[in-house]
């Protein structure tokens, strides 16, 4: 709410200045209040958000029901004309969520049937029957259903069920997807959330929300852009220097295109291998795309496909997960 006011006294204060001095003191006001309120929620959700983790809160599931659960997963691939009788499941996520991307790639790479219901990031009402508070969660069976949660153990869970268990234990795909998880991630988090103006643009997404009101649209980018602002440059970029994956001087940009350049020289890509999997897609290649599709619509995502050479990659995997066909 806070965050919402104050803005509006802004305008009133700001209308006798000029442009330059209104579009400057105007982010800084925005970053400052913004900022303040956003970082005190932001503090306070961490908590909540830590209050149970995804390993208790999966073993505190109905037995029989998971059990049903994974067994129409594992017909559904084998036979997706069986699919339909299913128990219904829902993949609840943000669309920018990372994590949440490589959930999603994993279900439509095999075909598994699923709706994605966008949870609207401030009150996350639509997960609010789950005592898990982060994303992405998968339900079978609607309101009386089970819950899986966690990107890793959602992936892991299913990929026993659709013959992918054997990958688990190939410590190349295993690196590649914590490479994806923890070094991409974060790249791409410094990257987007770099100045107040890329990290508001990051937000555009839920423009296209009917489901989002819009006052909750306008709170999330005035609160939102600034914390994710101050998280990059204050918690993620720190952690990566730290990490020694880059140094204070370098350029973020020219590291994450270095960091997609690895990938594809790693695995192989470039020298006329289809995908890290070989002739189909692997574990790997499933989660680094899925963290990839977190950013797609950002002008980042257009800056790597022109200036690296992931876009073949890119436009194979796309083909394959339905991408092309308006999912
Ligand atoms: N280890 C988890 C991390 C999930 C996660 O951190 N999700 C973020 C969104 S990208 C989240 O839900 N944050 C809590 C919030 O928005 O309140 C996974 O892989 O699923």
Redesign the pocket.
């Known amino acids: 709410m806070l965050g919402v006011l104050i803005p509006c006294v802004q305008v009133a204060v700001m209308a006798r200045m000029s442009l330059a001095r209104k579009l400057a003191l105007g982010s800084l006001g925005t970053t400052v209040v913004g900022g303040g309120a956003g970082y005190v929620m932001y503090k306070q959700?961490l908590k909540d958000?830590k209050a149970l983790s995804?390993e208790e809160f999966n073993a505190a599931q109905s037995k029989e029901k998971m059990s049903a659960a994974l067994a129409w997963v594992r017909k559904a691939t084998a036979d997706p004309a069986s699919a339909s009788s299913g128990p219904g499941l829902e993949l609840f996520r943000?669309t920018t969520?990372?994590?949440?991307g490589?959930a999603k790639a994993f279900l439509d790479y095999y075909g598994i049937p699923h709706e994605a219901i966008e949870v609207e990031?401030m009150f996350?009402s639509e997960i609010a029957p789950s005592q898990y508070?982060?994303?992405?969660q998968m339900r079978f069976g609607g309101d009386s259903g089970s819950w899986l949660?966690?990107?890793?153990l959602i992936v892991d869970t299913l990929a026993e069920q659709v013959g992918a268990a054997s990958q688990l234990r190939d410590p190349d795909v295993q690196k590649w997807r914590s490479w994806a998880?923890e070094s991409l991630v974060r790249h791409l988090t410094i990257n987007i959330n770099k100045s107040l103006a890329s990290a508001w643009q990051g937000y555009s997404y839920i423009d296209a929300f009917d489901t989002i009101p819009l006052a909750n649209k306008l709170f999330l980018k005035v609160v939102g852009a600034p914390v994710m602002y101050m998280v990059a440059t204050k918690i993620t970029f720190p952690k990566l220097v730290k990490a020694g994956e880059l140094k204070e001087s370098d350029d973020w940009r020219s590291v994450l295109h270095q960091q997609i350049e690895r990938y594809v020289a790693e695995a192989k890509i470039s020298s006329g291998k289809p995908f890290h999997g070989g002739s189909k897609p692997d574990l790997a290649d499933l989660d680094v795309y899925g963290v990839f599709q977190s950013v797609r619509g950002h002008e980042i995502y257009d800056d790597f496909l022109q200036n690296t050479s992931i876009g073949p990659w890119m436009a194979r995997m796309d083909k394959l997960t339905g991408k092309l066909d308006g999912q």
């Open positions: 959700r958000n995804a943000y969520c990372p994590y949440c490589k990031p996350k508070k982060k994303v992405p949660v966690d990107s890793d998880r």
